[in-house]
C-alpha cells in the first residue's frame, strides 16, 4: 500500500513548520506517507501528473490553497466526466460523497482521493481518508541491528507479519511491525518481549515508555542540556501529558551556567572539560539536587562544525542518567553527521539510557 500526499502551491515548500503541522494531521489517519510531493501553482502539466501519481499510489491526499482549491475540483470533475456542485462554501464534484468544511474525497480508478483546502496560518481540516493497516512499533537495547534481524526475521515470516528494522539516529535498533492478513501484531511483540526481554520496549517512542512508566511509579525526571540545547526536553514536552512526570530542564550551555546554577565545580571543568564523564557525573548531581526529581539525564558535547580536537572531535558527546537512589550510568559516543544530527542523536541516545536506568532500578527495587 502506497500513500501519496500532493502538496500543490510553491509557497509550502519552505514553510517547514506548517508542513511539520501537516504531516503530523496526516499521520493520525495514515501511518506512513511513502511520497510527499509539491506541484507548482499553474503547472501546465498537473493533470498528468495527477493522473500519474493516481495509477501507483493506494491513497492519495490532495493539499492545496484557497487559490488552487477550486482548481483541483474541476480538474478532478472534469477526470471522472463530472460536474462541479456547491457544498457549503465549495465547489466539488457532484459524485463526491463525503465531505466536510475544507475536505473532501473522490474515487478514480478504485482509488480514494482526500482534497483538503490549507493555509500556513490556518488550521488544517480533518483528514477524511484512513487505511486499515496496523503497525507498532518496538526498540531493542543493547543489541545491532544485524544481530535482531537474525533472530527476528525467521518469527516474523512465520507469523505472517512485515517487519522493517534499523539503526537509528540514537545508536539502537528500531523494529516497525506491519499486520499481514493472517498475522497478529499482539501475539507478535508478546514474542518480541519474550525473545529480547529486558532489552525490548514495545511503544511508540521511548518517551512514551518513560513517561508511562514514571507516572505508573508516582516518579519525576528533569534534565540538563548542553550541546542538545533542549532537544531531550521537547522530546518530552511534545508528549501529552508529560507534565505529570515531567518537572523542567536547564540548558547550560555556557561554562558559567554549568557552574553556578547546577554547582559543577570549576576545578571539574578545568581538569577535565566541559565534555567529560567527571562534568555530566556532577551535572546529573546538580538536576537531582534542584529539581528535587526522582531521575536526571544530562547530555555534553561538541556539536560542531568547530570545536573539536584530535582526543575529543566533533560527534563527541557525553550522555548521563542518574536515579536518586545513586544508579547512574554516564556514556560517551561519538555521532556522525551535521551539527542537527548530532545534537539529535545526542537526545534520542538519552532516551535509552533513561529507560536502562529506569530497567536497572527496577530490577533492584
Keep these: 500500500m502506497k500513500n501519496t500526499v500532493l502538496i500543490v502551491g510553491e509557497k509550502f515548500r519552505y514553510s517547514d513548520d506548517f508542513l511539520s503541522y501537516l504531516k503530523r494531521r496526516i499521520h493520525e489517519k495514515l501511518t506512513k506517507i511513502d511520497a510527499f510531493l509539491f506541484i507548482k501553482d499553474n503547472d501546465p502539466d498537473i493533470l498528468v501528473e495527477f493522473e500519474n501519481y493516481i495509477s501507483k499510489s493506494s491513497n492519495i491526499i490532495i493539499a492545496a490553497s484557497k487559490n488552487n482549491f477550486a482548481l483541483i475540483g474541476k480538474m478532478l470533475s472534469t477526470h471522472m466526466s463530472d460536474t462541479l456542485v456547491p457544498r457549503g462554501n465549495m465547489l466539488i464534484p457532484s459524485k463526491c460523497k463525503t465531505y466536510i468544511d475544507g475536505s473532501y474525497t473522490v474515487t478514480i480508478g478504485g482509488k480514494p482521493i482526500n482534497v483538503i483546502r490549507i493555509e500556513t496560518d490556518e488550521d488544517v481540516p480533518q483528514i477524511l481518508i484512513e487505511e486499515c493497516v496496523k503497525l507498532k512499533k518496538a526498540f531493542i537495547l543493547g543489541e545491532n541491528e544485524e544481530s535482531v534481524r537474525v533472530l527476528l526475521s525467521p518469527v516474523a515470516q512465520a507469523s505472517d507479519i512485515g517487519i522493517s528494522i534499523f539503526e537509528n539516529s540514537g545508536g539502537y535498533t528500531e523494529i516497525v511491525s506491519e499486520e499481514k492478513k493472517y498475522g497478529k501484531l499482539e501475539n507478535f511483540t508478546g514474542r518480541i518481549s519474550k525473545l529480547f526481554g529486558q532489552k525490548a520496549i514495545v511503544a511508540d517512542s521511548l518517551e512514551e515508555y518513560i513517561i508511562d512508566t514514571l507516572r505508573e511509579n508516582g516518579e519525576k525526571i528533569a534534565v540538563a542540556e548542553s550541546c542538545s540545547g533542549g532537544l531531550l526536553s521537547y522530546k518530552f514536552v511534545h508528549i501529552p501529558g508529560a507534565s505529570d512526570v515531567f518537572i523542567g530542564s536547564l540548558t547550560t550551555y555556557a561554562n558559567e551556567a554549568k557552574t553556578s546554577w547546577l554547582g559543577v ?66 556514556e560517551k559516543k561519538n555521532f556522525k553527521g551535521d551539527r542537527s544530527l548530532i545534537q539529535s542523536s545526542a537526545a534520542a541516545y538519552s532516551l535509552k539510557i533513561i529507560c536502562e536506568i529506569l530497567k536497572d532500578f527496577s530490577k533492584m527495587s
Design 265 to 330: 565545580e570549576n576545578s571539574i571543568i578545568e581538569e577535565y572539560g566541559a565534555v567529560s564523564e567527571q562534568t555530566i557525573a556532577e551535572m546529573l548531581d546538580g538536576v537531582l539536587k534542584i529539581s528535587g526529581a526522582d531521575y536526571a539525564a544530562a547530555i555534553s558535547g561538541v556539536a560542531g562544525p568547530g570545536g573539536g580536537s584530535d582526543e575529543k572531535p566533533i560527534g563527541c558527546v557525553y550522555i548521563g542518567a542518574k536515579h536518586r537512589s545513586g544508579v547512574q550510568k554516564i
